[in-house]
């Protein structure tokens, strides 16, 4: 079609307008893509999260050693009184987490029934719940392990505080990645770039040379042109 035979002429004649504003572009996008890629930390770092601890056994060495390491590892929020307050603070992401040491606690954890279990409060399936949660069980767990070896008595409280400190001494224990000295890096491949910054220079040059064919068509003297050929309108369009 006469069409075609124009949009490829058009084509031919811009062909090096075209290459330079895809050579410009792929060239462009890549160094910016070299140049402001951040390296990013290779090492893990604990984000800690928002947790309000609402301490109803309070003057218990097992909830008040619980609360302290809990606010240690968290960012504390201070407590409020209604349920309402708290769902607030949920849903103005004041706090990621409630956490409700139920009065009888303490007492309850060292007989071994459990029948007394702590209260949350979160967001359904977020970060926050999900890393809380993780503190609360691993705590939990190691204190009900220590306490189970050493058959401490329930009304010892220094031998519980003790147990106590050993748990939030292995909590805080961290394990550190050290990589070796003058280790040899793997080279990483250009081929991504490719894949990432290709689809804007293509659409660059699709809009120039669409552009340019527009461009020609609406020229009036080859309106004119086509108007006074034997060809059918629709067969030019």
Not at 169 to 175: D, G, I, S, W
Request: with cysteine.
């Amino acid at each position: 079609m006469q069409v075609f035979k124009i949009i490829i002429k058009t084509i031919r004649k811009n062909l090096h307008v075209l290459s330079i504003y895809l050579f410009v572009f792929v060239g462009f996008l890549v160094l910016m893509s070299g140049t402001q890629a951040s390296e990013g930390s290779s090492a893990f770092s604990e984000v800690k999260r928002s947790v309000m601890i609402i301490n109803e056994d309070s003057g218990n060495v097992i909830a008040d050693a619980f609360a302290d390491f809990m606010k240690k590892a968290s960012i504390p929020i201070a407590p409020v009184d209604t349920e309402e307050e708290m769902l607030d603070a949920l849903f103005n992401e004041e706090a990621d987490y409630i956490l409700i040491i139920p009065e009888g606690f303490s007492k309850d954890f060292l007989s071994g029934s459990h029948a007394v279990q702590l209260e949350q409060q979160s967001v359904a399936g977020s970060r926050g719940e999900v890393w809380t949660d993780m503190k609360i069980r691993k705590y939990l767990d190691l204190l009900r392990l220590y306490a189970e070896l050493s058959d401490v008595d329930a009304n010892d409280s220094d031998a519980i505080a003790k147990l106590c400190a050993k748990v939030e001494t292995q909590m805080n224990k961290e394990t550190q990645v050290v990589y070796p000295v003058g280790a040899r890096k793997v080279k990483e491949s250009s081929v991504p770039y490719y894949f990432k910054f290709m689809a804007y220079s293509l659409l660059a040059v699709t809009i120039l040379g669409v552009g340019a064919i527009l461009k020609l068509f609406t020229d009036r003297d080859f309106k004119n042109r086509l108007r006074c050929s034997p060809e059918k309108t629709s067969s030019v369009n």
